[in-house]
């Protein structure tokens, strides 16, 4: 990805780096999950709810 071909050159605008932090923590939390053993749609509908819900923030923390 992008990532990987520019690391952070990429995401010069500050929306950008905004929208890529957000979706970091979501993407990281879902490979998380599949590290475990849980399936992809499961592990990216977990996720999804999580986010409905407003607990994003919780995601990578480990004591919320």
């Known amino acids: 990805g992008l990532e990987d071909l520019y690391g952070p050159r990429w995401r010069q605008k500050h929306?950008?780096?905004?929208m890529y932090r957000r979706r970091k923590i979501i993407?990281?939390?879902i490979r998380r999950q599949q590290a475990?053993?849980?399936n992809v749609g499961a592990a990216a509908e977990e996720v999804?709810?999580?986010r409905q819900r407003g607990s994003c923030h919780c995601?990578?923390?480990t004591n919320c």
Do not use: T, W
């Open 27 to 29: 993407v990281d939390e």
């Open 15 to 18: 929306s950008e780096k905004v």
């Open 36 to 38: 475990e053993g849980i």
């Open 48 to 50: 999804e709810l999580m």
């Open 59 to 61: 995601i990578s923390c």
